[in-house]
């Protein structure tokens, strides 16, 4: 056995070369591998250099084999498996698993994220049950005892058991209906803004919905001697949305509604917050996770969906 060319050729080149194999795509390869398209263009042009051949041609959005992939092709699945066996020793598989993963996760975030999750889950894990919801009493409490998987809510301090990683990052805005009077304008000012009404959506994880409880924007205004009227107090978003394009009421939020998949349905203008009131220039998202599911295999699975997921989207709540 030649072991010296053997050292030289990466293996996950060919894990690559089946996924363009049954895909005929580089596009729905890379989302096969939870790699983006670039990355995966560049995988190809490994395989074509190490294994001297063009491997495929394009003809209109498909990819086709050429004589030696072919060749290749009724070979590899066979030697893939084989591997497979050799090294999974009972090893998990998404495919295989069964049960339920709960995840909190604010409504604006989720409406981006949980129905691509939920497409990936039913192809490559359908014994996999999502629950999701945006209120918890505590998200450390929940994750720690297992009542939660994940939860996903803005970065701050979060104790050594919790694992964050980072998923968005976006700055505040001021949002009104597209015939707003304020509509036309580049720039606000406090004064301006203040003579309007005030929908308070809680776009982060929190249980009590109350007119009292400030928010930071409140907590802004009232070190400046100000303070606003909040007409709406609520943690349901769609029901923030469909007040505000009906009323003359602004709204303090980050997440540019249903770019991906709403674009259009609501007339929603957002707006830079007013030079003269101090704000936070960037508010990140992350995922959380207990310390005692970091080395799950299904966690560590769904942990990686949500990122590609999130990644490939482009989600931007800024």
């Not at 590899?76 to 993963?101: H, K, R």
């Not at 400030?214 to 949305?241: C, M, N």
């Amino acid at each position: 056995m030649n072991l010296q060319k053997l050292s030289r050729l990466d293996l996950n080149l060919l894990v690559s070369l089946q996924a363009l194999m049954e895909e005929r795509s580089v596009t729905r390869a890379a989302e096969r591998l939870y790699i983006t398209q670039p990355a995966m263009s560049r995988v190809l042009q490994r395989l074509r250099d190490q294994l001297d051949d063009p491997l495929f041609t394009r003809s209109g959005n498909r990819l086709i084999p050429s004589p030696k992939a072919e060749k290749l092709a009724a070979r590899l699945p066979t030697m893939l498996d084989g591997i497979l066996e050799m090294v999974n020793d009972g090893e998990f598989s998404p495919a295989s698993y069964e049960g339920e993963i709960a995840i909190v996760i604010p409504e604006f975030f989720a409406i981006s994220v949980i129905s691509e999750l939920t497409s990936k889950l039913n192809e490559y894990a359908p014994g996999v049950t999502l629950s999701v919801t945006g209120v918890t009493d505590s998200i450390e409490g929940d994750l720690a005892t297992g009542a939660l998987d994940f939860a996903v809510d803005i970065a701050k301090s979060q104790s050594e058991d919790i694992k964050a990683t980072d998923l968005a990052a976006g700055s505040p805005s001021i949002w009104m209906k597209n015939d707003h009077p304020l509509a036309g304008q580049e720039t606000l000012s406090l004064d301006e803004i203040l003579k309007y009404p005030f929908i308070q959506y809680y776009l982060f994880i929190t249980k009590g919905v109350n007119a009292r409880t400030d928010s930071r924007f409140d907590r802004e205004l009232h070190k400046l001697g100000r303070k606003r009227k909040k007409a709406l107090v609520t943690r349901q978003f769609f029901t923030a949305i469909e007040t505000l394009v009906n009323s003359d009421c602004l709204m303090v939020a980050a997440a540019p509604y249903g770019e991906k998949r709403n674009h259009g349905v609501y007339p929603v203008v957002q707006k830079r917050f007013p030079a003269d009131l101090p704000h936070a220039e960037t508010i990140s998202l992350v995922l959380l996770q207990h310390k005692r599911t970091i080395e799950s295999p299904i966690h560590r699975w769904l942990a990686d969906a949500i990122i590609y997921i999130v990644t490939k989207m482009h989600i931007n709540w800024g």
